[in-house]
């Protein structure tokens, strides 16, 4: 009994190991079935699709097509004078005001500095034939007839002491010093205030230009942010442009006033050594009438050894 029932046993399990592995089987393979129209139906309405006006594929497709009409907007060309023409009006202004102020200011640098280079040569001219000079007299003799502020120094204190020769008789020569300092002081500032001038303008752009081209930049950052709005993006693509076109005004804006500085100082240091030359000559003046007013009383054959 215990054989027979083990035999029975064992044929159970066999049959339904069998009916299990059947099943397996017949649960395994509808499936590929089921899913190879899983993997076509996706096909059929991609195909169908564009004929489907209630799809919801035209969403990319707007997508795709809007991207090109932003960057055909787009400047290609971001070099100074691209920028310059796709900058907004008032920020060409801006960079034509800022170009034309570093063109006066080399303008000026370079006649300005002809100017100051011959009016100090011939002052020095002047200020050493003058120191050289025993006499007033001599010293116009020396000058002769030539042009700048040292001869005309020697010529307003000749006429001075000509005005003032009826009554150095009578009275000390303390009134002609006086007169021909005064003459001879005005004359040194009307010479200083002429190699002077344009040095102002020089010194308006150095001081205005930064401003102007911030000016500009902020104005164009304005426009910048404006575009970005109006195109609902922050690409940088969209940005860049208008921020590159901003900033060039800046950079004008540094370049018109930096030269301007620098050759304001170069200006005023020479100018200050001018006055100092015209000066010198101006003290020697002053000293050759003292000497005459001195030797007025002393014998002609002294003062001509004098001389």
Not at 90 to 118: C, D, N, P, Q, Y
Not at 151 to 180: C, F, I, N, W
Not at 192 to 211: D, E, K, N, Q, V
Request: glycine share 8%.
């Amino acid at each position: 009994m215990s054989r027979n029932g083990l035999l029975a046993a064992l044929a159970a399990s066999l049959l339904l190991s069998a009916s299990i592995a059947a099943a397996q089987e017949r649960s395994a393979a509808p499936a590929p079935v089921e899913q190879a129209p899983a993997t076509t139906t996706p096909q059929t309405p991609a195909a169908e699709t564009p004929a489907a006006p209630g799809s919801a594929q035209p969403a990319p497709n707007a997508a795709v097509s809007a991207e090109p009409s932003i960057s055909l907007t787009l400047p290609h060309d971001l070099s100074p004078w691209g920028m310059f023409m796709n900058a907004d009006i008032i920020v060409k202004a801006v960079m034509v005001g800022l170009a034309f102020a570093s063109l006066v200011t080399w303008t000026i640098g370079l006649a300005k500095s002809l100017e100051v280079f011959g009016g100090k040569l011939r002052a020095r001219r002047a200020a050493d034939a003058i120191g050289n000079a025993a006499t007033l007299m001599q010293a116009g003799r020396e000058l002769g007839h030539s042009g700048g502020p040292g001869a005309l120094l020697v010529r307003a204190a000749e006429e001075e002491r000509a005005l003032s020769a009826g009554a150095l008789d009578h009275v000390s020569g303390d009134g002609l010093k006086e007169r021909v300092a005064s003459r001879l002081s005005r004359i040194e500032a009307a010479a200083a205030r002429r190699m002077s001038c344009g040095t102002g303008l020089l010194a308006t752009i150095g001081s205005t230009a930064p401003f102007v081209g911030l000016f500009g930049t902020v104005w164009g950052i304005m426009n910048a942010f404006i575009g970005i709005s109006q195109a609902q993006t922050t690409n940088l693509a969209v940005v860049a442009p208008g921020i590159a076109e901003a900033l060039l005004a800046t950079a004008m804006g540094l370049v018109a006033a930096i030269p301007a500085v620098v050759v304001y100082n170069v200006f005023a240091r020479s100018i200050a050594g001018y006055r100092q030359i015209l000066a010198d000559a101006s003290a020697g003046v002053e000293r050759l009438v003292s000497r005459d007013l001195d030797f007025r009383t002393v014998p002609p054959a002294t003062a001509m050894a004098a001389e």
